[in-house]
């Protein structure tokens, strides 16, 4: 084998020349894959910059994604965030896990369960039932909240969900958007609804301590999933942005940035230079 070093000046010249074109190449694939949808930065403009409350305002009593949570939050004047599985019956869950064992006490599947089934459990020993995303929207219409709502994804649901979920959403008088890990989630919502605020939902698992072996993972982390998701934000887990893809996004893109999940005061007050939305827990901005 014959070293670059050890070859006449003009094929020099060449294998330089190939290298840079190599090097360029690979590049220009890695932005096309990290870089958001056309306009990011105007679309997700539109996200009101308000606190919004993750998981509505919840504790003591009030569970998480409750209607009494997202009572509390709207009437305080913030916003929240949600979660929404689809059900075995097409329904529309607002709850966080896929399984309601941590909420419920019930061992099961969202996904696999049908309304009169969910409507049957409680959260956490209150008297509260599982809501659904037409409920909570009704019960906050007169404040109009912002929404940031999440799309739980679940074997195929990324195919059925969006749709089930714009034919609610359409019909509330306030902003709303949508957000989800799943970016084939997002890229049916872009097809059914092009006006629709999209956001991409990652963090990085290995900077959060958490050890996933799974491709996806790593994928969703360095944000090589834009590509198909073409998101109008970044909604990223504040406490592992150190990664290059996640850097490189917001200095070359400058798309609308989401953090979450902001637990503290002093984090709160920290990351207002560094992100457009935040998201907050356990305390009240």
């Excluded at 049908?114 to 409507?119: A, G, P, Q």
Aim: proline share 6%; hydrophobic share 40%; charged share 25%.
């Amino acid at each position: 084998m014959v070293l670059i070093f050890d070859a006449p000046e003009g094929e020099k010249r060449g294998m330089l020349w190939l290298i840079v074109g190599i090097a360029a190449a690979v590049a220009c694939l890695y932005l096309f894959l990290i870089a958001p949808g056309r306009n990011a930065r105007k679309r997700g403009a539109a996200i009101p910059r308000v606190p919004y409350a993750h998981r509505g305002m919840y504790g003591g009593e009030v569970p998480e994604n409750s209607l009494s949570a997202f009572k509390r939050a709207a009437e305080k004047g913030y916003g929240f965030e949600l979660d929404v599985h689809l059900t075995k019956d097409g329904r529309l869950a607002v709850i966080h896990d896929a399984n309601p064992l941590r909420m419920c006490g019930a061992e099961g599947n969202v996904a696999r369960m049908t309304e009169k089934e969910l409507r049957a459990l409680r959260l956490n020993g209150t008297d509260e039932p599982i809501p659904f995303l037409e409920e909570v929207l009704g019960a906050v219409q007169a404040y109009r909240p912002p929404l940031i709502v999440e799309l739980k994804s679940e074997g195929d649901s990324w195919k059925t969900l969006p749709k089930r979920a714009l034919e609610a959403l359409q019909a509330y008088p306030g902003f709303w958007c949508v957000e989800s890990f799943d970016p084939r989630m997002l890229r049916e919502i872009r097809r059914l609804s092009p006006e629709t605020v999209r956001g991409q939902l990652a963090y990085d698992a290995r900077l959060a301590g958490e050890r996933h072996r799974e491709i996806y993972y790593f994928f969703g982390a360095h944000l090589l999933m834009d590509c198909l998701s073409r998101p109008d934000f970044i909604a990223y887990r504040h406490d592992t942005d150190r990664n290059i893809s996640f850097r490189l996004v917001k200095r070359l893109f400058h798309p609308v940035l989401t953090a979450w999940t902001v637990r503290t005061p002093e984090d709160f007050k920290k990351l207002r230079s560094a992100y457009d939305v935040q998201i907050f827990e356990g305390f009240e901005p």
